[in-house]
């Protein structure tokens, strides 16, 4: 979620524009543990990256997420004990600085897993899953929201895309919002044709 249709690859051209302002823009080298192929792109930025060491994929296991209504998602498996494991394998290498997870459902205990390597870790929440038909029908997924919304105080920081929405999640579920992110979104470099 959300459904893939809607969005038409606008948060892995996110992604990607992240990329840029971190590795182009600051210098840094970013490692990202996605189940989607980053070699396959066809961005020239996202190859000259891989070749150069300044992008490292670290190809984790997905799950193809699929409701009646709602549509059709790939997100990363992340309760799967082969990915928290390359995940903890990636933190104890003490190669890094920053976490940055996505609204990634379950990820309270990877945010844990990073606090406890001694890595801080921005979080987002950009998606409002209230509004779509499975969080109405299947009790599950109402449960896993709240778990999903709680999982914000594990962050070092919590983020989402807009001051209208940061403050909905403030009041509707006491939770904190300290940034407005990724600001990427509405940048030069995001707004470009594909």
């Given at each position: 979620?959300p459904?893939?249709?809607?969005?038409?690859?606008?948060?892995?051209?996110?992604?990607?524009?992240?990329?840029?302002?971190?590795?182009?823009?600051?210098?840094?080298?970013?490692?990202?543990?996605?189940?989607?192929?980053?070699?396959?792109?066809?961005?020239?930025?996202?190859?000259?990256?891989?070749?150069?060491?300044?992008?490292?994929?670290?190809?984790?296991?997905?799950?193809?997420?699929?409701?009646?209504?709602?549509?059709?998602?790939?997100?990363?498996?992340?309760?799967?004990?082969?990915?928290?494991?390359?995940?903890?394998?990636?933190?104890?290498?003490?190669?890094?600085?920053?976490?940055?997870?996505?609204?990634?459902?379950?990820?309270?205990?990877?945010?844990?897993?990073?606090?406890?390597f001694?890595?801080?870790?921005?979080?987002?929440?950009?998606?409002?899953?209230?509004?779509?038909?499975?969080?109405?029908?299947?009790?599950?997924?109402?449960?896993?929201?709240?778990?999903?919304?709680?999982?914000?105080?594990?962050?070092?920081v919590?983020?989402?895309?807009?001051?209208?929405?940061?403050?909905?999640?403030?009041?509707?579920?006491?939770?904190?919002?300290?940034?407005?992110?990724?600001?990427?979104?509405?940048?030069?470099?995001?707004?470009?044709?594909?």
């Amino acid at each position: 979620f959300p459904p893939l249709a809607k969005q038409a690859g606008g948060v892995a051209k996110d992604y990607f524009a992240l990329c840029r302002a971190l590795i182009d823009g600051l210098g840094w080298t970013v490692t990202i543990m996605t189940p989607v192929n980053v070699a396959a792109s066809g961005e020239p930025d996202v190859d000259r990256w891989l070749a150069t060491g300044l992008l490292d994929h670290a190809p984790v296991g997905g799950v193809l997420a699929s409701t009646r209504g709602d549509g059709i998602a790939t997100i990363l498996d992340l309760p799967s004990l082969s990915n928290i494991f390359l995940f903890a394998r990636l933190l104890y290498s003490g190669r890094y600085d920053l976490c940055i997870m996505d609204d990634l459902l379950f990820r309270a205990a990877a945010l844990l897993l990073a606090r406890a390597f001694g890595v801080p870790s921005i979080a987002t929440t950009h998606t409002d899953v209230t509004g779509l038909e499975v969080y109405a029908r299947i009790v599950s997924m109402r449960v896993a929201w709240y778990l999903h919304i709680a999982s914000a105080f594990c962050a070092t920081v919590h983020a989402t895309v807009s001051e209208v929405f940061a403050d909905t999640l403030r009041v509707r579920y006491r939770i904190p919002v300290h940034a407005i992110w990724p600001r990427v979104l509405w940048s030069e470099q995001f707004c470009k044709p594909p």
